[in-house]
């Protein structure tokens, strides 16, 4: 079992592929059929063409700030695959091919980054909560839903996502411990991009990796080659079969690369290097699935077409949300409570007879 | 004498303060090597070094509860909460301890802290960077609350905040970080926390606001102008504690107020204003003192804000009806 | 169809850029996504893609240049034709963005262009930071007021305050309304019942007052009444002459003015009666003007304007006063002034009707004299039973200020005075 074999306290790296995508730990190797694996890489296209074009309409001031995911794709795509519909996805906000594997829409997406509240609702994602900016806060939901997993003896696991920087809050720390005392199936998977906006993640944490963290709070854990797409596959696997039998939580430690910046108003150059990027580029997930794939005879496509196509569709779905209805006076009031107070319908009211007024001086 | 913004307004005071006081240190995240996300630490470790200007993990409790250890121990850190957003796990921290620790101990202890927060809406920001807390900080008895609306006062009531022995919430408005200019003094100088200020008198109205809605404000008043409407305007600086002196002085002389504020209308400032204005100026009434702040809601995202937060034709229209009550 | 591109935010903060490198020209072919620009700014170094496919029509800025957000970087032609409009245009919007920014409402983060700037403050440093706003003198009123004030129409800037302070109270407004000119005409919409037995009448400002009034005075001031009568056959025989002669004239000659005359004179004897007593400041007040007020009988019910400083005032002024005030009183024509300041009230029931009575004070004065009708009844002269023709008296003070012998006193002074009307010039 990769949990017991790859032990966080001896800092132990879990990969299947190298950097050129050549098999090195083949009795870890997964049971993945090969439509799987080529709609793993095609997903993985898709989402790191999408995330290109939403930091290009984000620089053409059509949309605004957007958390770029290039780079993490890989750990995102498997666990998309391993989600089933009733399985929980506790998203942070860099999970974009997890978010669409679930259900989620890129129209959805481009709204919430436009400035719609619609976007993040994820209407036909099963079970898939809102994108959560207080950092870890989010943690402590997925325990929350564990709980009621064991509650009422469902079938159901919880994908729990966080950055490294999410590691030091009290959140963090308090959701692994709650999680792990009762026992939740909540898989934590900490993407591990070694930055916290500027912050190194030698500045973050003291401790040799974050899966130890997992021995501390009494529940499995490993850290595993995030830009590994099979490494993350069986890892994610063997997580979802623990959590989903009962045995509790799981931590995966998925040590990647952002690549890109930390959301569009950062300029990474501010504090690290271009020799570092670079160094890490050799990792990326992309060009390792695809060697991967060539090298076993299964790529068959011209993915410059299908880039184009993907294009095109992204496209479509930001005009889409580009298009979507005019934020009305009621929607500001619409949701705060399930029901509507006195006084709000009074100031809604109030400012209704402002923009009487307002029409009137025209 | 140079030109500054904000921004630089506020950097300029951490610098002389850290050079004058080596038990001034400067901490949170992002805030020493890359110099904030709004780069208003920009420099400050390169010159100060990373004991005394760092970047801490990622942990608004702890901050807050490691600059009150530090406090006690005699140092006066200054630390940052990346955006108003984000300060709430800070609360507990600030509440129960640096609020209370120098009248727990009798004074034996005490907790010389700022926490800086850029704070409000109006920048097309994602959720959680658009709040306006200020009325939560106002309501802890033992804090102090300082809120600047331009580069020569941000300045100096930084430095009287960083040379204050209480706790001092220091909220920037972020909205207008780089949006106005002035020719600031290089040199030291504070001006007094709990002083409000009479930016322009009138007779008709006072009009009280704070931060960024000063601007907005102002440019009311040219509006009321042109509708023969004398209004005073009062930047209010300190939240708490509040001017009471100047606030009622200008009501007795008006008979009317309205405050302007970002933040939800229920238990904020405005609220605490209006009683100060029945409780100063209650036989000069001419009308009912009016708040003009923000729904009882959550801020919009982007798309709805403009419905949100206060314009200056809002203002207006309400400065008007106050004025034909 | 032109499309211009103007330089968008790209960030939180910052929206003034330096292009650093252009990667089109014009009349070159471009398609969406392209890059098309590289600016440099605070934050970030970036490309700029372009957000249409077509070809450059302009392109705005010099390497190196500085420019703000929502200024046009370039031009976009989607048909491939130039025109000089659009470049109007450009101009045109870069003028109304910038405008709009100042406004704050465009963009994310506004920075200040470079030419603007606020001048430096001298606070923190000068040693006075005397911060004084210019005070204006304005009534204070209690809000019920202010809003009574409005509801009847009154300025209540011409109000006089008499509550606590100087403060204009309700009381203060309605005491205005009932002496003011445009007296408010209450609805008067009579509501009948069934039987018609019983009518109900809103009550008007003016019933509504005296009513108030009658309550407060008796509530306060301890109402003590003498009653005396005054033989005044000499003062007939002069009002008989005089009458003719101030007809010619155009005033009427009454009693009135002889007894108002004859309580000024008492009145300066006998301070006492012409106070009053303040105990909230625990001090009585003694006037040294002697403005008396005359009860005047109006269809809208009693009212009391006053002669000012009577003592000053000949028999033939007074005459001429009593006339106007009455006249004035009865076409509602009573002014403020005529209402303000009265020191003591006489009321003069007489003419109508009545011999004595108990009249009630006008609080908060110290008392009131009644002046009942005239007699002719026989009297006792030279110990001889006579005709005689007796006025009679009735004088109300508060007790709490004047004491039996200080009232009788005063009486007496009048009833002198009335017995032998010489002696009102003589003294």
């Known amino acids: 079992m990769i949990f017991d074999e790859y032990k966080p306290l001896e800092n132990k790296l879990f990969r299947i592929i190298d950097n050129d995508g050549k098999v090195i730990n083949p009795s870890y190797y997964p049971n993945i059929s090969d439509d799987t694996l080529l709609k793993a890489y095609k997903s993985l296209l898709f989402a790191r063409t999408a995330d290109t074009m939403a930091v290009s309409f984000q ?171 099979f490494a993350m596959y069986a890892a994610l696997k063997e997580a979802h079969e623990y959590a989903k039998s009962g045995k509790g939580p799981v931590l995966i430690e998925a040590l990647t690369y952002r690549m890109g910046a930390h959301t569009t108003s950062d300029d990474p150059l501010k504090y690290r290097t271009k020799e570092e990027e670079e160094v890490w580029a050799k990792t990326d997930p992309k060009k390792r699935l695809k060697q991967y794939l060539i090298d076993h005879n299964l790529w068959k496509e011209d993915e410059d077409q299908l880039v184009l196509q993907y294009k095109k569709e992204i496209e479509r779905q930001f005009e889409e949300a580009e298009n979507y209805k005019p934020y009305e006076l009621d929607d500001v009031f619409k949701f705060m409570y399930t029901d509507m107070p006195d006084d709000l319908k009074r100031q809604k009211v109030e400012y209704e007879n402002f923009l009487a007024w307002k029409e009137a001086r025209k | 004498m140079s030109v500054m913004t904000l921004v630089q307004a506020i950097n300029n005071a951490l610098d002389i303060k850290l050079a004058d006081d080596r038990n001034v240190v400067v901490y949170g995240e992002d805030v020493g090597f890359e110099g904030g996300v709004f780069r208003v630490t920009e420099g400050l470790q390169q010159k100060y070094g990373e004991n005394r200007v760092f970047d801490s993990p990622l942990a608004e409790a702890a901050i807050a509860g490691t600059a009150v250890g530090m406090a006690i121990a005699g140092l006066r850190p200054i630390i940052e909460m990346q955006f108003d957003g984000f300060s709430y796990p800070a609360l507990n921290q600030i509440i129960s301890h640096a609020a209370r620790i120098h009248n727990r101990t009798r004074g034996r202890y005490k907790t010389p802290i700022v926490i800086r927060i850029p704070y409000g809406g109006g920048i097309n920001a994602l959720e959680h960077h658009s709040e306006s807390p200020e009325a939560i900080y106002g309501h802890i008895p033992g804090l102090k609350v300082v809120i600047p609306s331009t580069p020569h006062d941000a300045k100096g009531l930084l430095i009287a905040s960083i040379e204050s022995d209480d706790t001092v919430i220091f909220m920037e408005p972020k909205r207008i970080y780089r949006a106005i200019k002035q020719e600031v003094s290089d040199e030291k100088f504070s001006i ?134 | ?42 934050k970030v170094v970036t490309d700029i893609p372009s957000p249409k496919t077509g070809v450059i029509a302009a392109i705005y800025g010099k390497v190196g240049e500085t420019i703000h957000v929502g200024s046009p ?55 006075n930071e005397k911060q004084s706003t210019t005070e204006i003198k304005k009534i204070i009123a209690t809000p019920v007021a202010r809003a009574l004030a409005k509801e009847l129409n009154v300025d209540i800037n011409k109000v006089n305050g008499n509550g606590p302070g100087g403060r204009v109270t309700t009381t203060d407004v309605k005491k205005f309304l009932e002496t003011s000119p445009q007296l408010q005409r209450a609805a008067n919409t009579a509501l009948f019942d069934d039987t018609e037995l019983i009518v109900y009448e809103p009550l008007s400002a003016i019933r509504k007052t005296i009513a108030k009034n009658m309550t407060m005075s008796k509530q306060n001031a301890v109402h003590m009444s003498v009653h005396e009568e005054v033989e005044i056959s000499e003062l007939i025989r002069i009002r008989e002459k005089y009458k003719v002669i101030y007809a010619e004239k155009n005033v009427k000659l009454t009693y009135l003015s002889f007894v108002l005359k004859a309580t000024a004179l008492a009145l300066k004897k006998h301070r006492a009666l012409n106070s009053q007593l303040d105990l909230e400041n625990n001090r009585m007040i003694y006037k040294n003007y002697y403005n008396i007020g005359i009860a005047v009988d109006t269809p809208e019910g009693l009212v009391v304007p006053v002669i000012h400083d009577v003592d000053k005032l000949s028999i033939f002024e007074i005459a001429q006063k009593v006339s106007e005030l009455s006249e004035k009183g009865r076409d509602r024509k009573l002014t403020l002034d005529d209402m303000k300041d009265g020191t003591f009230t006489i009321t003069n029931y007489g003419a109508l009707g009545g011999i004595f009575a108990v009249p009630v004070i006008n609080y908060p004065q110290a008392g009131i004299l009644g002046v009942g009708r005239i007699l002719k009844t026989p009297v006792v002269k030279n110990d001889q039973v006579v005709v005689g023709n007796v006025l009679p008296l009735s004088l109300t003070v508060d007790h709490r200020i004047i004491d039996g012998g200080e009232v009788t006193r005063f009486l007496n002074q009048i009833l002198r005075y009335l017995e032998e009307p010489v002696s009102l010039i003589m003294e």
């Open chain 3, 73 to 127: 970087l370039v031009e976009i032609e989607i048909e491939g034709k130039f025109g000089q409009d659009a470049i109007e245009e450009a101009k045109k919007e870069t003028l109304e963005v910038v405008e709009e920014e100042a406004a704050g409402v465009v963009g994310t983060m506004e920075v200040a262009g470079n030419n603007a700037y606020l001048p430096s403050s001298e606070e923190g440093f000068s040693k």
């Open chain 2, 192 to 325: 007094p926390i709990g002083k409000a200020k009479v930016i322009s008198e009138g007779t008709d109205v006072t009009v009280v606001a704070f931060g960024a809605m000063i601007r907005e404000c102002q440019k009311a008043l040219v509006m009321a102008k042109e509708a023969g409407i004398s209004a005073e305007l009062i930047d209010l600086r300190t939240i708490y504690p509040i001017d009471r002196e100047t606030i009622a002085k200008s009501i007795q002389k008006t008979g009317r107020i309205v405050i302007v504020s970002e933040a939800p209308s229920s238990f904020g400032v405005g609220a605490e204003l209006m009683a100060i204005a029945n409780e100063e100026a209650f036989l000069h009434l001419e009308a009912p003192p009016k708040r003009v702040s923000g729904f009882d809601t959550i801020v919009p995202l982007p798309k709805g804000e403009h419905f949100y937060l206060q314009t200056p034709e809002k203002i207006f229209y309400e400065i008007e009806r106050t004025v034909k009550f």
């Open chain 1, 59 to 229: 620089r053409q001031g059509r949309m605004y700030t957007y958390p770029p995911n290039y780079g993490q794709e890989a750990i995102s795509v498997a666990a998309g695959l391993l989600m089933r519909s009733d399985d929980w996805l506790v998203p942070a906000f860099r999970e974009m091919a997890a978010w669409l594997a679930k259900g989620a829409t890129l129209k959805e997406m481009f709204m919430y980054f436009m400035g719609y509240e619609e976007g993040n609702v994820f209407r036909n994602a099963n079970h898939m909560l809102p994108i959560s900016v207080p950092i870890a806060s989010q943690l402590l939901h997925a325990v929350g839903i564990g709980y009621e997993i064991n509650y009422n003896k469902k079938d159901e696991v919880v994908f729990a996502f966080v950055g490294d920087g999410g590691t030091s809050t009290g959140d963090f720390n308090e959701a692994l411990n709650f999680a792990a005392v009762w026992k939740t199936p909540v898989i934590f998977i900490v993407q591990n991009n070694q930055y916290a906006i500027s912050v190194p993640f030698k500045k973050q944490s003291a401790a040799m990796n974050i899966a130890v963290k997992s021995v501390a709070f009494g529940m499995p854990g490993v850290k595993v080659d995030g830009n590994d797409f």
């Open chain 3, 1 to 42: 169809m032109r499309f211009i591109f103007k330089f968008p935010d790209i960030g939180e903060g910052l929206d003034e850029g330096t292009i650093a490198e252009w990667y089109v020209s014009k009349g070159q072919q471009i398609n969406s996504g392209d890059a098309l620009v590289r600016m440099e700014t605070d």
